[in-house]
């Protein structure tokens, strides 16, 4: 029981930081209908801009853990949010209009410029950081033969996913952005009539998504305690599952997709086996794509004949 | 008269260019991980911020200048109306170049190595256009079934003794039979969502390769796979109670010849995927697949079953890859997992975007470009991957349909006059 | 003329909507018949039941060809109502093979004929008599085509770049090349001038004459519907409204209010009123 509300934790844990980056992927393919292969290395590239930021904070003197971790939140949404801007803007935006194969080709070139490029300027090994966050609360009843551990890192990612989900909603239902946005998802062209700047709302997506993964990467630092040039491409690919599971271009979706994700691999490695967690993941993926495309939360397309 | 270039327009942008730039640039470049004994430390090099922004700002001003001067792209499908003729001679022309490599003043070894190395890719390259080129299906896990085609010939040949040529047709018959399995549930899913699924397939079956160990050796994969032989005769320095090749036909022995033997081998193959594509083409079902691509459900309207047309392309796609693994085995005489990831689908993929789909010789030329001309500067192997995603992301900016793009039709009504 | 096509209380609905509400009506062999209506009284969704790109919530379409078996078209799939029930169909937008030839759009169109010939493409790879015999048979039967809807000099030309009335004849001469036993075209005259619509219906009365098969056809283009049709069934908000032939369903005033918007216990307009011959 013990080993199964562990589990549960860790599955959650992984879950937010999952639909963080799911996020990205189901807003941008729901508003120009096309799949970011490179949000994954997004994610990477928030993880090392994570890690840059905590040495140097480090070497500033900033002792303080919350006051570190709030410039290097901050320091991750910004740079990785310019990553992503600039990345649609050089690699998708013209592709608009192209054959429908050309912005997942591109995307996929510029998945592969990211991760090298990453691998040239800072060297393919893995980078380790010392633990920021560590211990936790003891969830055992006295007496009990395995520890359940809450870790407060892991409370500070569930805690920190909640906030930036209600802030998210927020955003998308209250604000004029947000009603842009849901227009320019609705009908592209009618919204251009009538008078929404589209390239800067599809921007605006990209932004934020990118903001979200930079987080998740840095998420990813601290949960880990290592990053190298490759979590992006596996970590997307999970991220991906989850956001078709919950229903590509449903945000609550993109969210329940995470977690069920997340519980997905935590169990599997828990009670299965660790080297096939990849496997059940993708396994899941197509189980979805085969049986139930639109997802859980999502609504079947009608072809148009 | 020239037209005004906009200066004040290009600054700005040029600019805003540099200083987005000069932003990626600061952490990324700005700063530097490196490993020493206290763990991880941090260099700065802070100078190479002004720089990328300058180089940014240089590049975009250029490009900005020489737009008004470059042909509009887009515009309306066009039929190369041109004669077929045209692209026939020059195929008929690289395929005899490439025949008589050997006997030239290039036929050393080491380029015969190279070009045996490139040819493999051809090879690929012209059985993923029939999936991607002609039927328009976004396959992107097709290193699966290469793998296939070579794990195939090396579980075989340790555990039955089976020698290469015997094992070609049962790789080729195990990939095409992988390739419908994984075909008959996904191919009626949308253009990315295939594509992404067929990428999942290829990780499973990397990973399964990697954990099944007792079939395929795990991580440290399969060695000591069998040469092929030149009709029996075993092309070493000497064996033991077999006839070799060189004393059978008298000649001092060489390691060259393997290595001829073996372009050749994969010529003969490469060859005949492209006879196979081409006159396929000109069959119903090779038409099917064009029509699939331009316009599902205009098939389904004529009666076109769209599944089995489908599956048709995938299995003859899949077969050759199996075709490729097998020699690719042979060759090397050991296989990893390491040879089958994703990035591997990734430059077989990009050599047929590139090369224009379905043009047969575009893929020859892009597997010059992509493998060969990588393989000649070895030096910069680090630049080449950033090179090589930069030249996807590069070619469907400028021209997505491919460098050697344009269809030929399959058939004629009105015989044309002499070329 | 026997029975074609019999529609028994088809029923469409997405949801909550309700696209077709209980049709029935029937098509005869050798007859043109209309299927007339204003915009979103479910004539294309009535097309796409017919031939398989949606399933009907309930009801029965049955094909019954001229001394062949019934054929329940509501339960078929798609590409076997047009291989095997040989129901073949225009559609709204032009969905031409725009990358391919004129003569290649022709050919596809005998697909499964070709196929049948090539013996799963072996045949074909080998070179064998028996194919080309059958692929120089269905050159020919393109070209009668062509010939007919006056492109054979555009044969080799790409389907993409024919001006927009010839790539509706050929789009109609492509479903005829499937040797259908029912046409269904989805507003063929659309974007036509006057003098390509009466060559439109020239070509239809053609096929009605020559080839003997039925014709249904989706209509706004009353000059159209008029001069050739046989037959004609009128749809408002999904059901049947009027049924008979052309000069019945002009004066019928049911007809006329749904067209006009106007309810159904509301007064014609006095215009109106007075042409119709009421008070």
Redesign the interface.
């Known amino acids: 029981m013990n080993y199964f509300l562990q589990q549960l934790i860790n599955g959650v844990t992984l879950g937010a930081i999952y639909g963080l980056i799911a996020i990205g992927y189901t807003m941008v393919y729901g508003i120009i209908g ?2 970011n292969f490179a949000h994954g290395d997004i994610m990477m ?1 928030g993880a ?2 994570s ?3 905590f ?2 904070v480090g ?1 500033l003197g900033i002792s303080a853990v919350p006051l570190a971790l709030l410039v290097v939140l901050l ?1 991750a949404l910004f ?1 990785t949010a ?2 992503g ?2 990345v649609e803007r ?2 998708y935006r ?2 608009r ?10 995307a ?16 393919a ?1 893995v ?4 633990p920021v966050i560590q211990g936790g609360v003891e969830l055992t009843a006295a007496g009990s033969d395995y520890p359940v551990t809450l870790g407060w890192l892991q409370i500070v990612i569930i805690l920190l996913t909640i906030a930036l989900m209600a802030g998210f909603t927020l955003l998308i239902q209250r604000t004029s952005l947000g009603r842009a946005q849901r227009a320019t998802e609705q009908d592209m062209g009618m919204a251009a009539l009538l008078g929404i700047n589209v390239d800067r709302v599809i921007s605006a997506t990209f932004v934020m998504g990118a903001a979200l993964a930079g987080v998740a990467g840095l998420m990813v630092t601290l949960y880990y305690g290592v990053v190298d040039f490759y979590i992006g ?1 596996v970590a997307g ?1 999970k991220a ?1 599952t989850a956001a ?1 599971l919950g229903g590509v271009g449903s945000l609550p979706g993109a969210m329940l997709g995470g977690l069920l994700i997340g519980l997905i691999e935590a169990f599997w490695s828990g009670y299965g086996s660790i ?2 967690k ?2 059940a993941v ?2 899941v ?2 189980l979805v ?2 049986l139930r ?1 639109s997802g859980l939360l999502g609504k079947p397309e ?2 148009k ?1 | 008269m020239a037209p005004r270039i906009p200066l004040p327009h290009a600054l700005k942008d040029s600019a805003l260019a540099a200083l987005v730039a000069a932003l990626l640039a600061l952490p990324m470049l700005g700063f530097r991980l490196a490993d020493s004994e206290q763990g991880l430390q941090l260099e700065t090099r802070l100078s190479w911020v002004p720089i990328a922004a300058a180089i940014v700002f240089a590049g975009r001003f250029l490009l900005i200048l020489v737009a008004p001067l470059m042909p509009r792209r887009g515009g309306k499908p066009s039929l190369a109306t041109a004669s077929t003729r045209r692209p026939l001679l020059i195929g008929l022309a690289l395929a005899a170049a490439a025949i008589l490599l050997p006997v030239t003043p290039f036929g050393d070894r080491n380029i015969l190595d190279k070009a045996t190395l490139v040819l493999i890719y051809v090879m690929l390259g012209w059985g993923l256009n029939i999936v991607v080129g002609l039927a328009g299906l976004l396959v992107l896990g097709y290193v699966a079934f290469y793998a296939v085609g070579a794990y195939s010939y090396a579980i075989l040949s340790q555990a039955f003794g089976l020698s290469f040529w015997q094992c070609l047709p049962i790789s080729g018959a195990m990939a095409a039979i992988f390739g419908l399995l994984v075909g008959f549930p996904v191919l009626r899913l949308r253009g990315d969502y295939l594509a992404i699924v067929t990428l999942g397939f290829g990780e499973i079956l990397r990973v399964v390769l990697l954990n099944w160990a007792s079939l395929t050796g795990g991580p440290n994969g399969i060695s000591g796979i069998a040469r092929p032989t030149f009709f029996g005769l075993p092309m070493v320095a000497n064996s033991p109670g077999h006839t070799t090749f060189h004393d059978f036909f008298n000649l001092p022995f060489s390691p060259t010849q393997r290595v001829t033997f073996l372009y050749y081998v994969i010529l003969a193959l490469a060859l005949l995927t492209n006879l196979i594509s081409l006159r396929i083409r000109r069959l119903p079902i090779g038409r099917a697949w064009e029509a699939l691509r331009e316009d599902e459900i205009a098939c389904r309207s004529l009666g076109i079953n769209p599944t089995t047309t489908k599956l048709s392309a995938f299995a003859l796609g899949t077969m050759f890859a199996g075709f490729a693994g097998c020699f690719f085995a042979t060759r090397q005489g050991f296989i990893s997992p390491e040879s089958f990831t994703f990035l591997e689908s990734a430059v077989i993929l990009a050599i047929v975007v590139l090369g224009g789909m379905g043009s047969q010789t575009g893929v020859v030329l892009a597997a010059v470009l992509l493998v060969g001309l990588p393989e000649g500067f070895r030096e910069l192997q680090q630049y080449r991957m950033v090179a090589f995603g930069g030249a996807m992301v590069l070619i469907m900016l400028w021209r997505p349909k491919g460098l050697l793009a344009g269809r030929a039709p399959t058939i004629s009504l009105n015989r044309e006059e002499a070329a | 003329m026997s029975v074609l096509l019999n529609v028994e209380n088809l029923t469409m609905r997405f949801g909550g909507l309700v696209a077709i509400d209980d049709l029935s009506m029937t098509a005869r062999q050798g007859e043109i018949t209309a299927i007339i209506g204003p915009n979103g009284a479910g004539k294309t969704t009535f097309f796409n039941c017919l031939t398989g790109f949606y399933k009907p919530t309930q009801g029965r379409i049955t094909l019954t060809p001229p001394g062949g078996d019934e054929w329940p078209l509501q339960s078929m799939q798609g590409f076997r109502i047009a291989k095997k029930a040989r129901v073949a169909r225009t559609f709204q937008n032009i969905r031409l093979f725009a990358g391919m030839t004129v003569l290649e759009n022709l050919l596809v169109a005998q697909h499964n004929k070709l196929m049948a010939a090539s013996v799963f493409s072996l045949a074909g790879l080998l070179g064998l008599k028996s194919y080309s015999r059958a692929e120089t048979e269905a050159v020919e039967k393109a070209r009668q085509w062509l010939v007919r809807i006056g492109l054979e000099k555009s044969a080799d030309i790409p389907a993409g770049s024919l001006p927009y009335g010839a790539q509706r004849r050929l789009e109609i001469a492509r479903a005829m090349c499937t040797d259908p036993v029912l046409l269904c075209l989805d507003e063929p005259a659309a974007g036509l001038n006057p003098k390509e619509s009466l060559e439109l219906n020239d070509l239809l009365l053609d096929i009605r004459k020559n080839n003997g098969i039925g014709l249904l056809l989706i209509e706004h283009d009353m000059s159209v519907v008029m001069r050739i049709s046989d037959h004609v069934v009128v749809l408002d908000y999904g059901a049947r409204i009027a049924d008979g032939t052309p000069e019945q369903v002009r004066h019928d005033p049911a007809v006329i209010r749904a067209y006009l918007g106007a309810d159904e216990d509301e007064p014609l307009p006095p215009a109106v009123a007075r042409d119709l011959g009421e008070a």
């Open positions: 096309m799949i590239i090392f801009i890690l840059i930021a040495l140097v070497a320091c740079f310019a990553y801007w600039a050089v690699a013209r592709l209009g192209s054959f429908k194969l050309a912005p997942l080709i591109s996929i070139g510029m998945s592969i410029v990211l991760e090298n490029l990453v691998q040239l300027v800072q060297g090994r980078k380790p950081l010392q491409f690919m991906f078709v080297e096939y990849d496997v993708f396994a993926l197509i794509l085969l495309p009608i072809e004949v």
